[in-house]
């Protein structure tokens, strides 16, 4: 079964600071995708970066980052210098890479609000 | 730019109605899917379809089906709507894996259901 945990349900930082948002996952398969997609709230779920599992090199677009480290089943993302347009939700996700379908299996969130 | 489009923001309904809750996507993809957004439950999969009058069941199908009709076009109907129903609902879209290769899935707005 899959199983994708996002331990913080909530988070609050104020302007500027860095934060880290958890995920941690769960599969048998030794092939997969992980996700995270960011919630604003305007509520549409915006696509911010695929991971493929044999691609444990971290990856870093403007203020964010991820480190997937296999070792740990665990994907973090980091928002550095945080603004205000950073409050949203953010949502971890897998898929199983042999499925057609590419089903996501979904973490329940974590609830960012950067404070001015 | 991928775009899909749920045919309503809010909608109020009343116990027992049969609601009907659409969503159309522009990029001629095959698989669609229907999430239900609860505070502290994240995202739980209803129903998914991958082709056209294909449909599966989610994690949650009880009281919903689907109807696929055109590729692109995926209602998603409360057969007896009832006040456990009232959620946000969120349309996705996504194409078939080809080479094995996860893409991602595109969200519309969501449609945020009252039951009265």
């Known amino acids: 079964a899959q199983k994708v945990t996002q331990a913080q349900t909530e988070i609050s930082v104020v302007e500027k600071e860095d934060v880290t948002l958890d995920c941690v996952y769960e599969t048998r398969d030794t092939t997969y995708y992980l996700f995270w997609y960011k919630q604003p709230p305007s509520g549409e779920l915006v696509f911010l970066i695929r991971?493929?599992?044999?691609?444990?090199q971290n990856e870093i677009s403007g203020r964010y980052s991820w480190n997937f480290q296999k070792s740990t089943s665990s994907f973090n993302f980091t928002i550095t210098a945080s603004q205000v347009v950073d409050s949203a939700v953010y949502f971890c996700?897998?898929?199983?890479?042999?499925?057609?379908?590419?089903?996501?299996?979904f973490g329940r969130g974590t609830q960012l609000t950067v404070w001015p | 730019d991928v775009k899909v489009t749920q045919s309503s923001r809010y909608l109020v309904k009343r116990t027992g109605e049969k609601v009907f809750l659409e969503c159309v996507q522009d990029m001629d993809h095959e698989n669609m899917f229907w999430y239900r957004q609860d505070p502290g439950l994240g995202l739980r999969l209803i129903y998914f379809s991958y082709d056209v009058k294909m449909k599966e069941k989610g994690d949650i199908p009880e009281g919903y089906s689907v109807s696929r009709e055109k590729k692109e076009r995926f209602s998603l109907i409360l057969e007896s709507a009832s006040t456990n129903q009232t959620s946000m609902y969120l349309c996705?879209?996504?194409?078939?894996?080809?080479?094995?290769?996860?893409?991602?899935?595109?969200f519309g707005d969501g449609t945020r259901l009252s039951i009265l």
């Open positions: 991971r493929n599992s044999f691609d444990e």
């Open positions: 996705a879209s996504s194409p078939w894996i080809r080479d094995r290769v996860s893409e991602p899935q595109h």
């Open positions: 996700a897998l898929s199983r890479r042999g499925s057609t379908l590419g089903r996501l299996y």
